[in-house]
């Protein structure tokens, strides 16, 4: 693409890019397309010749944008609302314009380094520990299997040679992500060695229940490694009892690694960094700046306060990945299971130095106090009650005339498609998600979504 060419180009999108930042109101938030139908509009085979660049621009515009639903759209309440920021996107424009890999420091050692800089900012405004090492990985979904392995590792490091043996046993709450359960099955745990501990009224892990599972299991003969409590579950955002759950892994020799891919942005937030307590002492720890940190996604931060096991589980050089031994030259590729390593670091550097740390807070706080306030609106209506607490900013509630009357609900604002709600299932019943997290979300755009909710609701 020749210079001029690439010029105007870029022009283009970059208006096209600030007019949606200015307005992303404009476009639907979800797209009313039925499954292939995209398929249908794209031709079937990629051209034979390449074709001008206004006329791919038009089809985003034309086709792609319209089959899609907007997670950047302010009334996008469903899974955790995310939001990009206009220095993450500039910033992604500049990883791809360099296209470096950073698979060992010489590969490129900004990469490298700037991820080591990034994560140590971010692991201080978090308040955790400065001996926490940070690598970032694409999603918490990696992260959290790295964590396993790295437990799995100190557990028992002859498994690098030999294998794994059956009978390791890995523990978490009825509550976690899938994502725990999914890397135990792809690190070969076998998914009857999860155990899902049992929850108390407030869907947090009982500690309790947790000592007595590696009792039994030890007096059953089985290895107890592992255990993964989250702070801000998926469904509900309730915040495991860590302090508790981190005293049982010490005593019980249990690697503990908290996911935080959400909720550990509190700690962002002086007056909610309680809800941190304990992580200090985990072994491992997982936030994801591309859920709450107005970072593109994708972004997953991780630290460990053991790389050592992960470097004993993974590194591995062949010789055309050698490089001179410098102790400042850190080889990230010796502590991931991805060679390959993008330049993410530079959309977190954006977003931390251009918002900073005072505004980040301010904007995770005003989401939180809204989430709250909108729960008291939802308890004050006689027709609805709220399915569980709201440490966060999302708020789970439901029609107290039951599954079928909710579900009437979910259909109906889909139907509207000017806002996005999201479902989960609380004890059997079926319970509305909303979850707030977008950085163009406002007042507005609440009491327009709750007025619809009420007129909705019947
Ligand atoms: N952990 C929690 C608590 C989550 O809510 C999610 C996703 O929403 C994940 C892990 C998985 O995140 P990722 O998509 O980055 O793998």
Known sequence: ?????????????????????ADPRRHPIMTGIAPGDLID????????RGEPFDAIFRDFQDLIVPSSTLWNHPRFFNFFSVSTSGPGILAEALIATLNMNGMIW????AVTELEQVTLGWLRDWLGLPGSF???????ASLATMHAILAARTKAD???????SSPGMVLYTSEQAHSSVEKGALALGIGQRYVRKIGLDSAYRMRPELLRQAIAEDRAAGLRPF??????????????????AIAAICEEQDLWLHVDGAYGGHAGLVPEYRAYLDGCARADSFVVNPHKWLFTPIDLSAFYTRHPQYLRQALSLVPSYLQSAENPRALNYMD?????????????????????????IVAIVRHHIEMARELAQRIEADPRFELAAPTPLSLVCFRLKAGDQATGELLAR????????????????????????????????DLDETWALLQRSAG
């Open 106 to 109: 010489k590969s490129s050692p």
């Open 226 to 243: 592992c255990a993964v409590a989250t702070v801000g579950t998926t469904a509900t955002t309730a915040i495991d009892p860590v302090p």
């Open 335 to 359: 502590y991931s299971i991805a060679l390959g390593r993008r330049f993410r670091a530079l959309k977190l550097w954006f977003v931390m130095r251009y918002f900073g740390q005072e505004r």
């Open 133 to 139: 090492f940070g690598i970032i990985h694409d999603t």
């Open 41 to 48: 509009k794209l031709p079937a085979h990629a051209p034979a």
């Open 157 to 163: 490091p002859a498994i690098r040679t030999e294998g």
């Open 1 to 21: 693409m020749p210079a001029e060419e690439f010029r105007k180009a870029g022009h283009e999108i970059v208006d096209w890019i600030a007019d949606y930042l």
């Open 413 to 444: 604002i889909d139907r509207d498609r000017t806002a996005f709600l999201g479902q989960t299932v609380l004890d059997g019943r079926l319970t509305i998600r909303w979850a707030i997290g977008n950085i163009h979300t406002t007042q507005h």
